[in-house]
């Protein structure tokens, strides 16, 4: 039976360009694959990654109430598919994690989400729970500045300082690269974005 699977990294471990590998792979088999992104994230339709012209467009921008099952049903209707890959998986809403589970199960069609686990205070995004609750979970790995592997996400100001993990100066959503986040080890995260969120 296919599976449901959520590979997952902080900022900057490949995540879209490890999709447009798996995707070009299937394409070069043969294969028919069919890309979701959601449309919390209005950069543009194209899944891009930081390494210079590897793109792709998505077939399908998913706004949040969206039933992704029917969505890939029509379409493997039209022409059958081979495998589903969903880019940002962190913002497609809980129930539509449970409708690309469905996917897996009752279409037999391998489901691979690529995101976030954690936001920028060391909280699960919404999406990411079902996400970890349901599918196979990998982590793609990222370092720290210091050499040391990253597993949270920090998030900085125009001038390069952290936010605070106890301040909401922003959403749990912001859309940025490199401009705006930072991956960190646990010790510079609590150095740099601090550990309030973490005491009693």
Same mark, same amino acid.
């Given at each position: 039976?296919?599976?449901?699977?959520?590979?997952?990294? /902080?900022?900057?471990?490949?995540?879209?360009?490890?999709?447009?590998? @798996?995707?070009?792979?299937?394409?070069? +088999?043969?294969?028919?694959?069919? #890309? #979701?992104?959601?449309?919390?994230?209005?950069?543009?339709?194209?899944? =891009?990654?930081? #390494? /210079?012209?590897?793109?792709?467009?998505?077939?399908?921008?998913?706004?949040?109430? %969206? $039933?992704?099952?029917?969505?890939? %049903?029509?379409?493997?209707? &039209?022409? /059958?598919?081979?495998?589903?890959?969903?880019?940002?998986?962190?913002?497609?809403? /809980? &129930?539509? @994690? $449970?409708?690309?589970?469905?996917?897996? @199960?009752?279409?037999?069609?391998?489901?691979?989400?690529?995101?976030?686990?954690?936001?920028?205070?060391? =909280?699960?995004?919404?999406?990411?729970?079902?996400?970890?609750?349901?599918?196979?979970?990998?982590?793609?790995?990222?370092?720290?500045?210091? $050499?040391?592997? +990253?597993?949270?996400?920090?998030?900085?100001?125009?001038?390069?300082?952290? #936010? +605070?993990?106890?301040?909401?100066? $922003?959403? &749990?959503?912001?859309?940025?690269?490199?401009?705006?986040?930072?991956?960190?080890?646990?010790?510079?995260?609590? =150095?740099?974005?601090?550990?309030?969120?973490?005491?009693?």
């Amino acid at each position: 039976m296919a599976k449901l699977y959520f590979r997952y990294g /902080p900022m900057g471990s490949g995540k879209s360009a490890q999709l447009l590998i @798996v995707a070009q792979n299937y394409r070069d +088999a043969g294969r028919r694959v069919f #890309i #979701i992104k959601p449309a919390t994230d209005t950069r543009s339709e194209l899944i =891009e990654s930081r #390494i /210079p012209g590897v793109e792709a467009r998505a077939d399908l921008v998913a706004p949040t109430g %969206l $039933n992704l099952f029917q969505a890939v %049903l029509e379409a493997h209707a &039209q022409a /059958p598919l081979d495998c589903v890959l969903v880019d940002e998986a962190q913002f497609i809403a /809980p &129930q539509q @994690v $449970n409708d690309l589970f469905l996917v897996t @199960v009752k279409l037999n069609l391998p489901v691979i989400g690529y995101g976030l686990r954690t936001d920028y205070q060391a =909280e699960l995004f919404p999406g990411s729970a079902r996400w970890l609750a349901l599918a196979q979970l990998e982590e793609l790995k990222m370092i720290c500045r210091c $050499n040391r592997k +990253a597993t949270l996400t920090g998030r900085k100001r125009a001038d390069g300082s952290f #936010i +605070a993990s106890d301040k909401a100066e $922003n959403d &749990q959503i912001l859309m940025g690269g490199s401009e705006s986040y930072e991956a960190l080890c646990p010790l510079h995260y609590v =150095e740099w974005v601090g550990d309030t969120r973490f005491r009693r």
